[in-house]
């Protein structure tokens, strides 16, 4: 399929001249720094590397994608807002989600003043393609964003390849929860669908969450488009230093060792669950949390905050739920025994 993906972009975007920032300038760390005005005292006087050359490089080994073809965000939200100011123009375009899901698509959407258009999921939480294909031709939508494995949901999205396939805008899939999936993830396909863009984090499976690192793995042409308009110095020295710090042989494996026993964790914690009455259904999860039905969903959520227990009611998105993370040994027995204390 045929993708024009300079079409897609707005004009303004097309046409902005990015800011040059002094390090875009020289290329390398030692010097006689006297272009950017800053401090010549102090450890954390420099600007920090405005494109994140070092780390793209560990992740281009990692993964074996090109450093060209990925961009590094002040969190995942900042790759999700850069997608809607390249794309979207305020008041005419669209964009398209499914409900439920990651909360900040909407937010996002009302921000940069674009309409949203919000599919309900099937009963399993799966995309109901029949409602879907009359948008796909709608030429004011631009970006279909697709959370997989989907929060507050937790299950891996079916019909992915579908919609690259049919649909010619932005097709926008959020990975955050990839770790903790058996599924493949969608950025060794960035080469086949140039409209695709698969975004990650370093605030879930790698245990970053302070940081607020995103990642976002696209086409070489539209990370250009990102890199144009992101800020010049948009993650600071101290956010990279202690991601390049993870990104070392050691910490990748306590990262994989500590997704297996999150995963184990999870699996005991839902057979703990299911012995307890007030817990009516467990949904499939995919992720690091798991969706839970019960009766008297505010009452239930209320008691657990009165002990300290800290879940997530999404009674207003999903009637009778609540969300879970997975914890420690000691904070999922803790959960399971007030639970049991509740009832």
Request: aromatic content about 10%; proline content about 5%.
């Amino acid at each position: 399929m045929k993708i024009d993906i300079q079409k897609l972009v707005r004009k303004n975007i097309l046409n902005l001249k990015p800011y040059s920032s002094a390090r875009d300038e020289f290329e390398g760390e030692n010097g006689i720094f006297l272009d950017a005005n800053e401090n010549p005292f102090g450890e954390l006087n420099r600007y920090p590397d405005p494109h994140q050359k070092k780390i793209k490089e560990k992740l281009c080994e990692l993964n074996q994608i090109p450093v060209e073809n990925i961009f590094l965000g002040n969190g995942s939200d900042e790759v999700i807002d850069f997608a809607f100011r390249i794309f979207c123009e305020p008041g005419k375009d669209k964009v398209l989600t499914f409900s439920p899901t990651y909360g900040m698509y909407e937010v996002s959407a009302n921000i940069n003043d674009v309409e949203l258009i919000n599919l309900n999921l099937n009963d399993d939480f799966q995309i109901d393609l029949e409602t879907l294909r009359p948008y796909l031709n709608d030429e004011n939508l631009k970006i279909i964003f697709i959370c997989s494995p989907n929060n507050p949901t937790g299950n891996s999205i079916k019909n992915i390849e579908y919609i690259l396939e049919n649909f010619n805008g932005i097709i926008f899939i959020d990975e955050a929860y990839i770790d903790f999936s058996p599924e493949q993830s969608f950025r060794n396909k960035i080469e086949n669908f140039p409209n695709l863009i698969v975004s990650q984090t370093f605030s879930k499976a790698w245990g970053m969450a302070s940081v607020r690192v995103g990642i976002a793995y696209a086409s070489e042409e539209i990370i250009k488009f990102y890199n144009k308009t992101k800020p010049p110095y948009n993650i600071s020295q101290l956010n990279q230093n202690a991601i390049l710090d993870t990104l070392n042989d050691e910490n990748i494996k306590l990262v994989k060792d500590n997704i297996k026993l999150i995963l184990n964790e999870k699996k005991i914690l839902i057979q703990s669950l299911e012995q307890l009455k007030l817990v009516k259904k467990i949904f499939p999860s995919d992720a690091n949390f798991v969706l839970i039905k019960v009766e008297n969903t505010d009452l239930i959520y209320q008691k657990l905050v009165d002990e300290n227990v800290i879940v997530r009611n999404r009674n207003s998105v999903i009637k009778n739920c609540l969300r879970i993370t997975v914890g420690s040994p000691d904070e999922n027995f803790k959960l399971v025994e007030t639970l049991k204390s509740i009832y």
